[in-house]
């Protein structure tokens, strides 16, 4: 059975740095995308950036670019988001999804979430 | 810069139909965009449902169906159920590492 699972809650301040993580079960963890998605209180869904586990190939999303840093550590069926300097607006719920890209491509496990407070 | 656009709400009576939309500001949405739809339940992670157009996952309840209509996707779900009730969204895929959420509709059964 596929699964994600999350790291916990986090309480932070602004200015102090956070990694996440996202540990995958049931699947040859290194041959398919991880996508990480934010959402804002009350609001929608945004695509952060994807990274290719076998290799790190790793895209951001222009609005993401610079702000956050996608990894993943094979040897661990991990993958992880990080700031190293939160802001107040960091706060949301982050999720990571695997990401199947080709025909068809698909989106199909979520994780649980990981809810980031910044105070 | 490509939006995906959506109803911001929908409402349905409980065993009516209603069809949700998915727009992109590039222009017909095809099969090639393989159009996903998740569910969202308040609290809840979001949920796969369709992916590639109309291909449903085994735990896809029958009354949900995608398709392309009028160059937009499309989810629709007949004979809606209360517990149909939720956010609902689009990802469409522009290129390998493009991906474009929509902005997702809410659906309330009443």
């Known amino acids: 059975e596929v699964q994600l699972v999350q790291s916990g809650a986090e309480l932070k301040k602004s200015g102090e740095s956070l990694k996440i993580s996202c540990q995958a079960f049931g699947y040859n963890f290194p041959t398919s995308w991880i996508a990480w998605v934010r959402q804002m209180p009350g609001k929608g869904l945004e695509l952060m950036g994807i990274i290719f586990p076998a290799d790190s190939d790793t895209f951001y999303s222009p609005s993401f670019q610079g702000h956050v840093t996608i990894s993943a550590d094979i040897s661990l069926a991990t993958a992880y988001l990080q700031w190293s300097s939160l802001k107040a607006s960091d706060s949301a719920i982050y999720y990571c999804?695997?990401?199947?890209?080709?025909?068809?491509?698909?989106?199909?496990?979520w994780g649980q979430g990981t809810l980031v407070s910044v105070s | 810069q490509t939006v995906v656009t959506q109803e911001p709400s929908l409402t349905v009576s409980p065993g009516g139909t209603v069809t949700l939309t998915c727009a992109s500001s590039?222009?017909?949405?095809?099969?090639?965009?393989?159009p996903n739809w998740f569910q969202q339940k308040p609290g809840q992670a979001p949920r796969a449902v369709i992916f590639s157009t109309n291909n449903k996952y085994t735990w896809t309840p029958g009354r949900f169906s995608g398709s392309l209509l009028g160059g937009k996707a499309a989810l629709t779900l007949s004979g809606v159920q209360p517990e149909d009730e939720g956010d609902y969204y689009c990802l469409l895929f522009f290129g390998g590492s493009q991906l474009l959420f929509g902005g997702g509709t809410k659906l309330t059964v009443l």
């Open positions: 590039t222009g017909p949405v095809t099969r090639d965009h393989f």
């Open positions: 999804a695997r990401y199947d890209y080709g025909e068809p491509s698909q989106v199909d496990f």
